[in-house]
């Protein structure tokens, strides 16, 4: 029943989804406007429900946009930020659009697209399971960031997805200019371009056809991430600073066996309040899912994703201290749901319970995430 509905109207499916997400976030926010959050001392806060998606890390992107980048060594700085979604975000703000409703726009859009493209590569890479796939990428917990919240997200699927997609249409060149896109959206250029390029050839080589130049082409999906470095070493005499800044006070993402063996996740797990005990698990438990449907993603879709899938989630899992953030990080690990759904499938009494508990997880995270508490 789910099946048919969901491939004969994701339409109707995504707007009630929708409107379950913002209308949790916005009735959330009713009474909590004052809770502490990082846009406290904004003068230009809009009235809900955009301001209710406007929390934490949304606050470094709008100052972007606004004010531009700027570094001090050895603090928190917006250079830590990519520099696509920011810029759209003031292009939007130009046509005399509020900057944080300009970002909630700029997400929404991209986000309910994205939904759309994922859909379109389903059907080309797995029909079989396209349904399931993709209620639960609409359902999961953490795509709440897909709806409209002030984060590049949405933003970075949306391109990924459109890049894959082009490559599955044997448009090389147009993967190649997605994926420029996208690694100037995340730091995320070696999964990229890697899983691009090996997918491509992978193509070829399956189809028995001979490897074109043109094949090559999204070895050029680096040059967003090139751009940014280009800029950032004219500006401040450091290409490299979106990562030195990362151990900054606050942060403290400094690379080493403390953060490889997440000394900090046991610490808070063991010493913590209960609410971050089950936010830093939530955030292990999805990290150690993924990575655990990575070698079915080599089996059923081919090298090119698997190697993808295993750096998307690789590079973050193991740079982060304490697994913070790794729920909305594996949206990007997209090809995941694809034997996830094929087991689901093989489960159809499994598979109902789990997409209502996702869906009720999803206004769960929606509402917290509106009261200003930190999600991700």
């Known amino acids: ?21 913002m209308g949790a976030v916005a009735a959330a926010s009713l009474g909590h406007l004052a809770k502490p959050s990082f ?5 230009d806060l ?5 301001v209710a998606l406007s929390r934490w890390d ?5 100052g972007i946009a606004d004010n531009g980048y700027w570094l001090t060594p050895g603090q928190q700085s917006p250079v830590a930020y990519f520099p696509l979604y920011p810029l759209i975000i003031r292009a939007v703000a130009w046509l005399g659009v509020n900057r944080w409703i300009a970002g909630s726009l700029v997400s929404l859009v991209a986000g309910v697209s994205a939904l759309l493209v994922f859909h379109r590569w389903l059907t080309r890479v797995a029909p079989a399971q396209a349904a399931t796939a993709w209620l639960v990428l609409v359902s999961y917990p953490y795509a709440c960031y897909l709806y409209g919240v002030v984060y590049s997200d949405a933003l970075f699927l949306l391109l990924v997805v459109s890049a894959f997609v082009s ?3 044997d448009r090389p060149l147009l993967a190649a200019v997605f994926g420029a896109l996208a690694t100037a959206c995340r730091p995320v250029a070696p999964a990229l371009v890697l899983g691009l390029v090996v997918r491509s050839l992978e193509r070829r080589r399956s189809a028995g056809l001979p490897i074109r130049a043109v094949d090559l082409a999204p070895v050029f999906a680096g040059l967003g991430l090139g751009a940014y470095m280009l800029f950032l070493h004219q500006r401040f005499g450091d290409a490299l600073a979106f990562a030195h800044v990362q151990d900054a006070p606050g942060w403290g993402n400094t690379p080493g066996w403390s953060a490889w063996l997440k000394e900090e996740w046991f ?11 089950l936010r830093l698990g939530a955030h292990a438990v ?14 059923r ?4 994703y698997g190697v993808y899938c295993l750096i998307v989630l690789g590079m973050p899992a193991l740079a982060s201290k304490d697994f913070q953030g790794m729920g909305r990080y594996a949206i990007a690990a997209f090809p995941v749901l694809v034997p996830l759904a094929q087991w689901l499938d093989e489960w159809s009494g499994v598979r109902e319970l789990l997409l209502v508990a996702l869906a009720g997880l999803l206004a769960l995270t929606a509402a917290l995430w509106g009261t200003g508490a930190y999600v991700s």
């Open 46 to 50: 809009p009235g809900l429900p955009f």
């Open 167 to 169: 490559l599955e249409e």
């Open 301 to 304: 879709l081919g090298f090119g």
């Open 267 to 277: 610490h808070q797990v063991a010493v913590g309040h209960w609410t971050v005990k």
């Open 1 to 21: 029943m789910i099946r048919g509905f969901v491939l004969h109207s994701p339409g109707r499916r995504l707007a009630w989804l929708l409107f379950l997400a």
């Open 286 to 299: 999805v990290t150690v899912g993924a990575l655990a449907l990575v070698p079915a993603v080599f089996r």
């Open 58 to 62: 949304s606050g470094w992107y709008g």
């Open 39 to 43: 846009l406290e001392g904004a003068q």
